[in-house]
């Protein structure tokens, strides 16, 4: 049997149109749309496939439909994947040693692991989404523009992020006042992003420069994967323990430890895995590190030399960064069938 490791996107990804081609030329996928739309009706002011399909983009842009845009969009991909592959529908079944998913994608890499239904997970999508769009709201400016945000950095290490970040927020000679500015995406290496006030974004911007460093604001909602999404991360927690979760049948990696879920002593993986995903919201994720965990599994003799790299669709975001972790493996993406 072919073995394969599967990444999930997240968000960013999104497109108009995303999912389409999928949607057009398999049942299978077709199938996951249809499932979607009549589970969540007009909850996002449209069905989700005609969002998907059609946009517009600025509301298929906003945290609380692109969610669970790509979340539907990705799980219709490897159904319609399985279906190619025919392979049957359980992660041991069709040879899938792995997951992985970036941020959002997480919840795609467990449902596909078989740790919740597709219909349990789309809710607590839906739920983060919409808490993570509040708490940013919660904080905006006066004049209603976004009070916090995400800088990408080009070519600095965590070290130099770390420093970068304590520089701006006050805790240097640039600024006295104390503010919120943290690492929280560690994408690959030379790609770091951070988060935190609106303000402390903007100083960022500015010291970077000074440090050799390339600094671009991100059109995000707000900061993501910090501190200021702690009101969401209780909206999450109280809507995982609701939530139906049974052991992963393959290694599903965690953001928050760059490895793969695993109990926490003390506790069940089920409940280690909630921890972990409310965890996620307010702490850093570890791509890179996942990565180089998939790659130990893939060359560890699970896998052997012949293992197969998807990336589900929408995009092509994590093929890029695997190819500046280790360009010598090989994603096979998939926007389109």
């Known amino acids: 049997m072919t073995s394969r490791i599967i990444l999930c996107p997240g968000q960013g990804a999104q497109f108009v149109g995303m999912g389409r081609a999928w949607f057009d030329q398999s049942p299978e996928a077709k199938a996951v749309f249809e499932r979607a739309d009549r589970h969540l009706g007009d909850r996002l002011g449209a069905p989700l496939s005609k969002l998907c399909f059609e946009g517009p983009a600025d509301r298929l842009n906003r945290t609380d439909v692109s969610q669970p845009a790509i979340y539907a969009t990705s799980i219709a991909c490897s159904h319609a994947l399985l279906a190619a592959w025919g392979a049957g529908k359980s992660a041991p079944e069709a040879g899938i040693i792995a997951t992985g998913g970036l941020s959002l994608g997480e919840y795609t890499a467990l449902h ?122 209780e909206r999450l927690a109280a809507a995982l323990q609701k939530t139906p979760i049974t052991a992963p049948r393959c290694p599903v990696m965690s953001n928050v430890t760059g490895q793969a879920h695993s109990p926490i002593p003390g506790r069940t993986i089920e409940d280690s895995i909630r921890t972990r995903l409310v965890e996620q919201l307010t702490s850093p994720v570890r791509w890179e590190q996942d990565c180089r965990s998939l790659l130990a599994i893939s060359s560890g003799g699970v896998a052997g030399a012949g293992t197969q790299w998807h990336e589900l669709a929408p995009g092509r975001g994590l093929m890029g960064m695997m190819r500046r972790i280790e360009k010598a493996t090989k994603v096979e993406t998939h926007d389109e069938p």
Do not use: W, Y
């Open 112 to 233: 596909l692991a078989g740790s919740f239904s597709f219909e349990d997970g789309l809710e607590l999508v839906v739920l983060r989404a919409r808490a993570m769009q509040d708490a940013a709201d919660a904080i905006q400016l006066p004049d209603k523009s976004p009070g916090s945000g995400m800088v990408a950095l080009i070519g600095a290490d965590e070290a130099q992020a770390t420093d970068l970040c304590t520089r701006a927020t006050g805790r240097g000679p640039e600024r006295s006042a104390p503010d919120v500015l943290v690492c929280a995406n560690f994408n690959c290496p030379g790609q770091i992003v951070i988060s935190g006030s609106i303000a402390a974004c903007t100083r960022a911007v500015e010291i970077a420069a000074s440090m050799g460093l390339r600094a671009q604001p991100l059109p995000v909602a707000g900061a993501f994967h910090s501190p200021l999404m702690a009101p969401a991360a």
